[in-house]
């Protein structure tokens, strides 16, 4: 009886060492692992729904509001080219600013619309790059989503509201926070519609999907289940208000130049009209993008109203891919002297590697993406061995890059 009373017991289950596999013991209380667990659980929910305004290091944003020309100098740091896009997105980022700052002032009534946004251009030109580097200059909630997964609710996949989750989760799911951040949607493209007219059936990765994603580039008050609604059906909703979240939108839009061409090639007849089509740059096709060029691809009019502000990427030359090489704070080049110099090895490179680089990145049409992949597949095997050896330089010549690249080719071919 007396061994009995001296069992260490939980103080919040009851349960004695015995009933368990082991007893977490304090100075005056014991706690088994089940209710350790529970317990992380509870403040884990709580710290969900901490209040608005609630101090967080991703939260903070900057104090003085950075002019277009300024946002447009730090873009020009990370990302080669691109001006008009540059231009288009540093304006609209700081209207957009400006505007949360004009009706937390309440100085008239005039109500500024928000000015979302579209980028249309090539995989690999720097869609991604230049809504990531504003988000980075702003200091301010910024989420990357593919709008390939989503689907009208109630089918296999996510829904809408899935977006403002993972900005939530950017933000420390400080609210306050998160309606004011950036939301990329990316290959906003493969959710056009399906067809020409509107769907009498279900086109529930299609028109459903830019259907509900109407009232979060509009503006509304959504209810965003925060770990994903999907597997957490029970879970409370969090009330987040999209109307100060900016929504930048991407996407390829293959063979929309198709659309752009047919369009400049039915307004062209007469003799004048003939001496005007002359003057069409049929290389950079996009410069000529149209909203009604958007409609035509797949998108339904009430979305493409909601991103007003349009914009494209051209397609990068060998100048510009040789550019993204060398010149960026982030460029290719520099990231793996970096590596190699965290190991004690300088390294260099033959002249003619980072031409061969560039040439087989045309080659395989892939953009900026594919400079970094031929750049892999020419240093894995320097990366794999050097570490462990004692050379203190590493020297890439263009042979060596050759057998790499070309027997990863032979691979493909084969």
Same mark, same amino acid.
């Given at each position: 009886?007396?061994?009995?009373?001296?069992? *260490?017991?939980?103080?919040?289950?009851?349960?004695?060492?015995?009933?368990?596999?082991?007893?977490?013991?304090?100075?005056?209380?014991?706690?088994?692992?089940?209710?350790?667990?529970?317990?992380?659980?509870?403040?884990?929910?709580?710290?969900?729904?901490?209040?608005?305004?609630?101090?967080?290091?991703?939260?903070?944003?900057?104090? *003085?509001?950075?002019?277009?020309?300024?946002?447009?100098?730090?873009?020009?740091?990370?990302?080669? $080219?691109?001006?008009?896009?540059?231009?288009?997105?540093?304006?609209?980022?700081? %209207?957009?600013?400006?505007?949360?700052?004009?009706?937390?002032?309440?100085?008239?009534?005039?109500?500024?619309?928000?000015?979302?946004?579209?980028?249309?251009?090539?995989? $690999?030109?720097?869609?991604?790059?230049?809504?990531?580097?504003?988000?980075?200059?702003?200091?301010?909630?910024?989420?990357?989503?593919?709008?390939?997964?989503?689907?009208?609710?109630?089918?296999?996949?996510?829904?809408?509201?899935?977006?403002?989750?993972?900005? =939530?989760?950017?933000?420390?799911?400080?609210?306050?926070?998160?309606?004011? $951040?950036?939301?990329?949607?990316?290959?906003?493209?493969?959710?056009?519609? *399906?067809?020409?007219?509107?769907?009498?059936?279900?086109?529930?990765?299609?028109?459903?999907?830019?259907?509900?994603?109407? *009232?979060?580039?509009?503006?509304?008050?959504? %209810?965003?289940?925060?770990?994903?609604?999907?597997?957490?059906?029970?879970?409370?909703?969090?009330?987040?208000?999209?109307?100060?979240?900016?929504?930048?939108?991407?996407?390829?839009?293959?063979?929309?130049?198709?659309?752009?061409?047919?369009?400049?090639?039915?307004?062209?007849?007469?003799?004048?009209?003939?001496?005007?089509?002359? %003057?069409?740059?049929?290389? %950079?096709?996009?410069?000529? =993008?149209?909203?009604?060029?958007?409609?035509?691809?797949?998108?339904?009019?009430?979305?493409? $109203?909601?991103?007003?502000?349009?914009?494209? =990427?051209?397609?990068?030359?060998?100048?510009?891919?040789?550019?993204?090489?060398?010149?960026?704070?982030?460029?290719?080049?520099?990231?793996?002297?970096?590596?190699?110099?965290?190991?004690?090895?300088?390294?260099?490179?033959?002249?003619?590697?980072?031409?061969?680089?560039?040439?087989?990145?045309?080659?395989?049409?892939?953009?900026?993406?594919?400079?970094?992949?031929?750049?892999?597949?020419?240093?894995?095997?320097?990366?794999?061995?050097?570490?462990?050896?004692?050379?203190?330089?590493?020297?890439?010549?263009?042979?060596?890059?050759?057998?790499?690249?070309?027997?990863?080719?032979?691979?493909?071919?084969?």
């Amino acid at each position: 009886m007396k061994k009995n009373m001296t069992k *260490k017991r939980c103080s919040f289950c009851g349960l004695t060492e015995d009933d368990v596999d082991m007893m977490i013991v304090g100075i005056d209380a014991c706690i088994c692992p089940d209710c350790v667990e529970r317990v992380h659980e509870a403040i884990s929910d709580a710290m969900l729904y901490q209040k608005p305004g609630v101090p967080s290091k991703k939260g903070k944003s900057k104090a *003085k509001l950075p002019k277009p020309e300024e946002i447009k100098t730090f873009l020009d740091q990370y990302v080669i $080219g691109q001006e008009n896009a540059k231009k288009y997105l540093s304006v609209a980022v700081y %209207n957009h600013y400006k505007r949360i700052e004009q009706n937390a002032s309440n100085v008239d009534d005039v109500e500024i619309e928000k000015s979302n946004i579209i980028m249309v251009g090539e995989t $690999g030109t720097g869609k991604t790059l230049l809504a990531r580097t504003i988000a980075k200059m702003l200091n301010v909630p910024f989420t990357i989503v593919d709008a390939t997964v989503l689907t009208e609710a109630g089918y296999v996949g996510e829904d809408v509201e899935s977006i403002l989750s993972r900005l =939530l989760q950017s933000a420390d799911y400080n609210v306050q926070s998160a309606e004011k $951040g950036i939301v990329f949607i990316d290959e906003i493209d493969k959710i056009a519609r *399906k067809g020409d007219n509107p769907s009498i059936t279900r086109d529930v990765s299609g028109e459903g999907v830019q259907q509900g994603l109407l *009232k979060l580039l509009e503006g509304s008050l959504v %209810n965003v289940p925060p770990r994903g609604g999907r597997k957490h059906p029970e879970q409370p909703f969090i009330e987040v208000n999209t109307k100060d979240i900016l929504f930048i939108c991407g996407g390829a839009f293959n063979d929309i130049d198709k659309i752009i061409s047919r369009r400049l090639n039915s307004q062209s007849m007469g003799y004048k009209a003939v001496k005007e089509k002359e %003057n069409f740059d049929k290389e %950079n096709i996009l410069q000529y =993008l149209i909203p009604s060029d958007l409609k035509n691809f797949g998108l339904i009019p009430e979305i493409i $109203g909601r991103l007003p502000v349009s914009t494209y =990427l051209l397609p990068l030359d060998r100048t510009a891919l040789y550019r993204i090489l060398t010149e960026p704070k982030n460029a290719i080049v520099k990231q793996y002297v970096r590596l190699f110099d965290m190991d004690g090895i300088k390294l260099e490179f033959e002249g003619p590697v980072l031409d061969y680089i560039v040439d087989k990145a045309i080659e395989f049409k892939l953009g900026a993406r594919g400079l970094r992949s031929i750049f892999e597949t020419v240093m894995v095997d320097a990366m794999y061995e050097s570490p462990s050896r004692k050379h203190k330089e590493m020297y890439i010549t263009l042979q060596y890059a050759k057998d790499r690249v070309e027997k990863l080719t032979r691979l493909f071919v084969a």
